[in-house]
């Protein structure tokens, strides 16, 4: 999953940054509020997560124009502003989660899986195609009645691009998107090897290479 990070607090986000990468999320972290709707409009988010007070536009105003515009990505709030008013304000705005600062980052991290979850109409967290699944919460995967196998960081991310999606082709690029951030170093064969390493450890059938194409997982069995 790739995640807007809006927060002008320099250690709180790199505390989230950190802690999000570490979760195995691709990050993108702006410091501005006039930046929000620049990137969201030029990449793909599954989630942005928003401070308030944060400078060039307040973020109670960028929700507004996010919501306005008809974007409709999951949006979790994070701020210091504990007051009633403010919360119902931002929730009747359309943000999905409200979290008050200061915060554990297990919670910031539940609280996001529940944004997905609600988002996918409260469908079953486990994702399977009836030949591997997948557990966001543990990073486990599982190939029929075999053993759960922990994966990588950024196995899991490469994996997780692919079960959102089956029978979706993702070229290189797709997959490199899903996996680093802004600012991340991207070796030349790094998905590639991740792939090979998925392999290894689930089975050469449960990823398919197309040809001059990328990567697939089947749909449902």
């Not at 509020?33 to 990137?39: D, L």
């Not at 915060?103 to 529940?114: Q, T």
């Not at 997948?134 to 490469?158: H, I, K, M, Q, Y």
Request: proline content about 3%; glycine content about 10%.
């Amino acid at each position: 999953m790739r995640v807007l990070l809006a927060e002008d607090d320099v250690m709180i986000g790199a505390a989230v940054q950190a802690a999000l990468r570490d979760a195995s999320y691709a990050v993108d972290w702006v410091r501005n509020g006039t930046e929000v709707p620049v990137a969201v409009g030029c990449q793909h988010y599954d989630m942005v997560l928003l401070d308030l007070g944060l400078p060039g536009q307040d973020g109670q105003h960028v929700l507004r124009s996010l919501r306005g515009a008809g974007r409709t990505l999951p949006l979790l709030i994070i701020t210091a502003r504990d007051d009633l008013d403010e919360r119902l304000r931002g929730l009747d705005g359309g943000a999905d989660d409200y979290l008050v600062k200061p915060f554990a980052m297990a919670e910031l991290l539940a609280r996001m899986r529940a944004v997905v979850r609600r988002q996918n109409a409260g469908g079953a967290i486990v994702l399977s195609n009836g030949i591997v699944a997948l557990d966001p919460t543990t990073r486990e995967a599982c190939v029929g009645d075999g053993g759960s196998v922990t994966l990588s960081n950024r196995e899991f991310a490469v994996l997780h691009a692919l079960m959102v999606r089956p029978g979706a082709i993702l070229s290189r690029s797709d997959l490199e998107d899903r996996v680093y951030g802004w600012g991340e170093e991207v070796e030349s064969n790094a998905i590639e090897y991740l792939i090979h390493a998925l392999r290894r450890k689930l089975g050469m059938h449960v990823i398919q290479n197309i040809r001059g194409a990328g990567w697939m997982v089947s749909k449902r069995a």
